[in-house]
């Protein structure tokens, strides 16, 4: 199938001003150890996938300018399908729920932002 028949489906969340601030505090934690432009050096490849593409590292490196704030998206992502089959999702109504996270990970990533290699994580204690 080709690509630009695939897309990722996913569980969308609501951004409160709560994540939002709590994503700032994230951004800001890390900008000593960040750098505007980066390469494929940066991320993390597998025998299986050797090389990055280009369209990962251009979105890493203007993720903060253009996907923080208002702009973010908090989403989990669930998979890939056709786009017939995500199409035919969108029709279906869900209700909307709540939930919190069980914890938090922090991952090097590879290409199209996949979680590669955990670098650290954290569980709740409930």
């Known amino acids: ?3 630009k ?3 990722l489906a996913g569980i969308v969340i609501e951004p ?3 994540l939002i601030g709590f994503q ?3 951004i800001d934690a ?3 150890f960040t750098e505007s432009t980066g390469t494929a050096a940066a991320f993390v490849t597998t025998t299986e996938d050797p090389e990055i593409n280009q369209p990962t590292i251009d979105y890493v490196a203007a993720y903060v300018p253009n996907g923080t704030g208002r702009n973010f998206n908090p989403h989990v992502t669930v998979g890939i399908a056709s ?3 995500l199409n035919k999702m969108l029709e279906e109504r869900f209700a909307a729920f709540a ?3 069980a914890g938090v990970a922090v991952y090097h990533l590879g290409n199209m932002g996949t979680a590669r290699k955990k670098l650290s994580s954290w569980e709740s204690e409930a």
């Open 1 to 3: 199938m080709p690509w």
């Open 16 to 18: 409160s001003d709560d």
């Open 83 to 85: 786009q017939a089959y």
């Open 99 to 101: 939930f919190s996270p």
């Open 30 to 32: 890390v900008a000593p």
């Open 24 to 26: 700032q505090k994230l």
């Open 5 to 7: 028949e695939i897309g």
